[in-house]
């Protein structure tokens, strides 16, 4: 994708895990207007070479920024997107504040790139598991159509911020507290429904039957998730070795793992086997880093879509 060489990018929380790594990705991928956006407490601090300014709302309507990547929590971005939006630039939140929201597009570039061209100030950026999970699952669907899911996400505590990643690298692992830091929705953790409404909503199939059990495992970065799924038609794991190693942003690995999928942009895939269980069943697993495709590589990418758009407009 062709990047106007001329977009003006703002990293709001680039003091954040999300944040560091989206400066260091926006580097390599060519972007040179940058700035970075962070709490009062942040502001004046170099990080990765940039001076940090503080995230105010007179200066996200400054009008001086295209682009803004949210790295912050979601009653930070419910304040701070709609006053980068009312300076005039686009916003790519990856908070969950606007996810669900109808009518502002929910993107994977490898998906559902259309959606982010659609004309919006706003464009969400999905869960870190969601991501992985719909990149595996659209070419499937694609050549035989998906009729049930079922996923288990395992998930490191980079997902839930600096301080739980502080608290693993000093804490013996007997010692760690992994308790939840999600929230029960009804019968299940919000984080299992917003997988299921999120997948739902960025492959356009909204009564697609998805189970999911979501839990935190003591590892650094990266996510693992087990895939179970049913399709309309029959498919062999040779063909679907052969349609996943043809998509965009996969990796065929005979054994994925966080380690493995740590610092790389693909998406890991493999344990790609039937499920005799079920009729047209299989089963697969995949491992990617959270804080790169899972967050911020997809919202950059998302980026690039947009500031390409402006090359060929």
Known sequence: MAIDPATRIGVVGGTGAVGTVTLGLLRERGFEHVRVFASARSAGKEVAGYTVEEATPEALERGDIDIFLFSVGTGASRELVPHAVNGGAIAIDKSSAYRLEPGIPLVVPEVNPQRALEGGRIVANPNCCTIPLTCTLKPLHEAVGLTRVRVATYQSVSGAGAQAMDRLAHEAPAEHDLRMDWEFDGEEFDEESKLRAETRKIMELP?????????????????????????????????????????????????????????????????????????????????SDNLRKGAALNAIQIAELLAGDRVTA
């Open 207 to 287: 009564d697609l039957p998805l189970q999911a059990t979501c839990v935190r495992v003591p590892v650094m970065v990266g996510h693992a998730e087990a895939i179970w799924i049913e399709t309309d038609e029959p498919l062999s794991p040779e063909q679907a070795t052969a349609i996943l190693g043809a998509a965009p942003s996969i990796r065929l690995d005979e054994f994925p793992s966080p380690g493995k999928a740590k610092g790389i942009d693909d998406v890991l895939v493999g344990r790609i086997r039937r499920d005799p269980t079920v009729e047209n069943g299989l089963a697969l697993f995949l491992a």
